[in-house]
Nanobody, 125 residues
Framework: VQLQASGGGLVQPGGSLRLSCAASGSIVSINVIGWFRQAPGKEREAVACLSTNNDITYYPDFVRDRFTISRGQTKNTIDLQMDNLRPEDTAVYYC???????????????????WGQGTLVTVSS
């Protein structure tokens, strides 16, 4: 599975940004896919995960009601809509999957095996 994230950039606090993850390769084997981020000096953390079989999502509390993961308009893409962005959301964002996992909650609480390259999101005035 190959994943490629795009859409990062500079945005002001309170603004919005939409990231996109394009998947290729063994797409039919993907059961769950998620977005993770890593800020400078911090551990990588999950921000949103989606089960592709039943569209069940999982979000940690610190992004719930601000971030939305969904299927993209382009085939084989997964988007992350980020609203009401805060400076602490500044990080490199990655999309990731694990062919051995089947629930969005499980993926978001694990370290996935397949990662795309990251895209930088900077929230600053």
């Amino acid at each position: 599975v190959q994943l490629q994230a795009s859409g990062g950039g500079l945005v002001q606090p309170g603004g919005s940004l939409r990231l996109s993850c394009a998947a290729s390769g063994s797409i039919v084997s993907i059961n769950v896919i998620g977005w993770f981020r890593q800020a400078p000096g911090k551990e990588r953390e999950a921000v949103a995960c989606l089960s592709t079989n039943n569209d069940i999502t999982y979000y940690p509390d610190f992004v719930r009601d601000r971030f939305t993961i969904s299927r993209g308009q382009t085939k084989n893409t997964i988007d992350l809509q980020m609203d009401n962005l805060r400076p602490e959301d500044t990080a490199v964002y990655y999309c990731a999957t694990d062919l051995g996992r089947f629930s969005s909650y499980d993926l978001c609480h694990s370290r996935p095996t397949d990662w795309g390259q990251g895209t930088l999101v900077t929230v600053s005035s």
